[in-house]
């Protein structure tokens, strides 16, 4: 029996590696938070190109105030060199709080944001994209 299981196991996982190696598309393009007050142009930036960068671009319902206006046009994600496939970690820029974060496309349409200050306060975001 566990040898069943086992070999029903490895079967799904055969079938299933080729299409988790495909990686998704890539993250350039327009993203909106979960909360549906922020939208984000993201970027592949740097030297090579490989490094991810995206920038406050929108702003829209209760985020659409004097506060944070001044963080239009501003990067979110600073340059963050790749942590492996579909991550990026680097520095995050969220409305005047600087963190160290984890970016990771967890599909074609959403990215998963992770910040933490001070490795204290930690917050995780969803981004979707948007056509």
Sequence with gaps: MLMKRLLVLLI???????ALAQGFASPVGTWEIEMRDSRYEVAMCGESGNQLCGTLVWLGGHADNEEN?????????????????????????????????TITQLSDNHIQLEGCVAFIFC???????IN
């Design 12 to 18: 799904t996982f055969m079938t299933a590696a080729p």
């Design 69 to 101: 206006r001044p963080y239009l046009n501003t990067l979110l994600i600073d340059h963050a060199p790749p942590a492996g496939e579909n991550q990026w970690k680097g520095t995050l820029r969220i409305f005047g709080q600087t963190a160290t974060g």
């Design 123 to 129: 917050r995780t975001y969803q981004l979707y994209r």
